[in-house]
């Protein structure tokens, strides 16, 4: 009997969690990042990101197809050891708790600064962990389903940033590669950390149904990732000046402040307050992927323990220690490196690992 057969996911479900773990928070600041480094070529910058991607992607299929049954924590004991396996699996449940702690708290900030900006922290945070136990606590086919329900009413939302378009000066873009490759290159150091999270497949590889698609679905989601990013930052990049983007944190929001409808006066705030389903679908993933690891590390199969204990560290934190965006960007960037080395230099040394494992063996044979 399959490990993990009573959580299988269908392909879409496997695309769409993928996909809601990079779109999180990040796409908020992007265009102004980018046109802080690269100017209004950043986002070929997008490009060159999805593109390395898309082969890390890959190769972590490859590993992954050596032992389809297993999820990332239940591979490495096969190499590296009992102990070994522990100390990653609690590596792992750490560094998916506090990334979940992360989006789940700059949500928050973006709230405050928005919308609710005299409700304390903790209160929101409360509301927040309330429905987040409701799905996360149900396993990964609930949050499957939770992501597709999210996608499809969320497809409205690129519609009204055609409407600032009417007024965009395309010229803006051109010339093309204006300062130089070396700008543009430097970016998409940054841009990958854009595209973080599809990292999950380490662990969502053996609930999916039909393996043989694995590598189709995360190039998938890949690619829904970067048309997303491109379309939104193209967007700002033709409506707001080259300098004018700069003056905005979040241009992404400033943009649609032109948009005006006789029923609503601010769009932006609906947008936001309706956004953040989006955000939970990257903030839910991680959640259920912190308390898997750490049940797992404790041999529990149930984790609505942990679950709960990790919610309530949540709220006390959230009351023990004071949010701000400064030190937010920090926990990103901390969280963007340890990122980069589990998505992109895990899969391609864990594969050439493998590979030379089994050649030695059969060379021994």
């Known amino acids: 009997m399959k490990k993990y057969a009573y959580n299988n996911i269908t392909f879409m479900q496997y695309t769409l969690l993928i996909h809601g773990s990079q779109i999180g928070i990040g796409i908020l600041q992007l265009p102004r990042q980018l046109a802080a480094t690269a100017g209004t070529d950043g986002w070929m910058a997008i490009i060159i990101g999805w593109v390395i991607s898309v082969i890390a992607s890959l190769f972590l299929v490859q590993v992954m197809k050596n032992h389809p049954e297993d999820t990332l924590i239940d591979l490495l004991p096969r190499y590296f050891g009992v102990w070994a396996g522990k100390v990653f699996s609690l590596l792992f449940a750490f560094y998916f708790g506090f990334l979940a702690y992360t989006v789940i708290s700059r949500a928050i900030l973006f709230i405050s600064s928005w919308i609710l900006p005299q409700t304390a922290d903790y209160t929101l945070m409360i509301l927040f962990c309330i429905p987040t136990y409701l799905v996360v606590r149900n396993g990964l086919r609930i949050q499957g389903r939770y992501s597709e329900l999210v996608f499809y009413i969320s497809l409205w939302m690129p519609l009204f940033y055609l409407v600032p378009l009417k007024d965009a000066h395309w010229e803006y873009l051109l010339p093309l590669v204006k300062d130089g490759w070396a700008p543009i290159l430097h970016t998409a150091s940054f841009t990958i950390y854009s595209f973080l999270g599809f990292e999950t497949a380490f662990f969502l590889y053996p609930f999916l149904q039909k393996k043989e698609s694995a590598a189709l679905g995360i190039v998938i989601a890949n690619t829904l990732s970067m048309l997303v990013f491109l379309f939104v930052t193209i967007c700002c990049f ?36 309706f956004y953040l389903f989006i955000i939970s679908t990257t903030w839910m993933p991680y959640m259920f992927w912190a308390v898997f690891c750490s049940s797992q590390l404790f041999g529990k199969q149930n984790h609505h323990l942990h679950l709960i204990v990790f919610l309530l560290l949540t709220i006390a934190a959230t009351i023990g220690f004071k949010l701000s965006f400064d030190k937010n960007d920090q926990w990103q960037q901390i969280l963007g490196n340890a990122g980069v080395l589990i998505s992109f230099a895990l899969p391609v040394g864990l594969w050439l690992y493998i590979g030379g494992h089994r050649l030695l063996k059969r060379r021994r044979n």
């Open 238 to 273: 033709v409506f707001f000046s080259p300098e004018g983007i700069l003056q905005f944190n979040e241009p992404t929001l400033n943009i649609l402040k032109v948009v005006e409808l006789s029923f609503l006066e601010r769009l932006e705030i609906v947008f936001l307050a």
